[in-house]
């Protein structure tokens, strides 16, 4: 009977050590997962540093894009104001010149109304020239000195 004891401590002490090893296998691979995880984790970190270096020429690239859009949008709504203004101008000038064709008809077929009076059509005159004064240069000279063009006197 005293084996017993006995018998049951080194199944107890081999049942601690089956446990006791199977919880180091256990942590073993833990840590091997661990490491591994660890390593991949290293290298994302050092893919994810080389991405973002890559991004930050392709971040300045789109700002400058996207200024150059919003420059760009800018020169459109100018140049669509513009052509509107000149649709109106255009608008305008048309309604002046069909206006100014009315009138011009208007005093064509009055004056085809009118008896001819024996006047000369209307047309433009030009102002003439100032009436030139000529004067007239003494032929002989007066005194005893004369002047010669081009020689002065001396």
């Known amino acids: 009977m005293n084996r017993i004891p006995l018998v049951l401590a ?9 446990f006791a090893w199977q919880r180091n296998q256990a942590l073993d691979e833990a840590r091997t997962a661990l490491s591994g995880a660890n390593t991949q984790l290293q290298k994302a970190q050092s893919e994810l540093k080389s991405v973002n270096a890559e991004m930050a020429p392709l971040r300045k690239e789109a700002a400058d894009q996207k200024a150059s859009i919003d420059q760009l949008q800018v020169e459109l709504s100018s140049a669509r104001a513009f052509l509107e203004a000149e649709r109106a101008s255009t608008a305008r000038i048309r309604e002046e010149l069909a206006l100014t064709k009315e009138k011009m008809a208007f005093i064509d077929r009055s004056r085809a109304a009118q008896p001819a009076q024996g006047t000369l059509a209307p047309m433009l005159v030009r102002p003439s020239a100032p009436p030139m004064v000529i004067r007239a240069v003494p032929s002989a000279p007066t005194s005893g000195t004369a002047t010669t063009p081009g020689r002065r006197p001396e």
Do not use: E, F, N, T
């Open 10 to 18: 080194v199944i107890a002490a081999v049942a601690a050590a089956g």
